[in-house]
């Protein structure tokens, strides 16, 4: 039954592998972002306040999704941060490969959390 004929809506399947793993990607590019700030104003020459309303705004808001995690709905957040990371490499274009890494390790996660908890809860 699909969504569309009232079944329920398949969203990712949280464990405590998933949970920590994720969190540790956010963890660290929580890091990464918000040393884009400096990085944005003195190498790049971008305005002080859009850089810092981009990096430790995205930095913060990778804290935050890293508390939601026990929700199911953090996930689709957690890959909507990893696109603006991506992006913020219109500001410092290294954060173009370094964004693009970060959505790497955050898909893996979900894929490698469910796949070795699929294989120890046999």
């Known amino acids: 039954m699909s969504p569309a004929e009232g079944g329920e809506r398949r969203m990712i399947r949280v464990t405590p592998g998933t949970r920590r793993l994720c969190a540790s990607v956010l963890g660290m590019e929580a890091i ?3 040393l884009l700030t400096p990085v944005a104003i003195n190498v790049q020459g971008v305005a ?3 850089a810092v309303a981009v990096g430790i705004g995205l930095a913060v808001l990778c804290v935050v999704v890293t508390g939601l995690l026990k ?3 953090a ?3 957690g890959s909507v941060v990893q696109v603006l990371a991506i992006l913020a490499g219109l500001l410092v274009p290294m954060m173009f490969f370094l964004g693009s890494i970060f959505a790497a390790l955050w898909i893996t996660a979900i894929f490698v959390a469910h796949r070795v908890e699929g294989v ?3």
Do not use: I
């Open 32 to 34: 990464v972002l918000g």
């Open 48 to 50: 002080p306040a859009v």
């Open 75 to 77: 996930y689709v957040a």
């Open 120 to 122: 120890t809860s046999r």
């Open 71 to 73: 929700h199911s709905s």
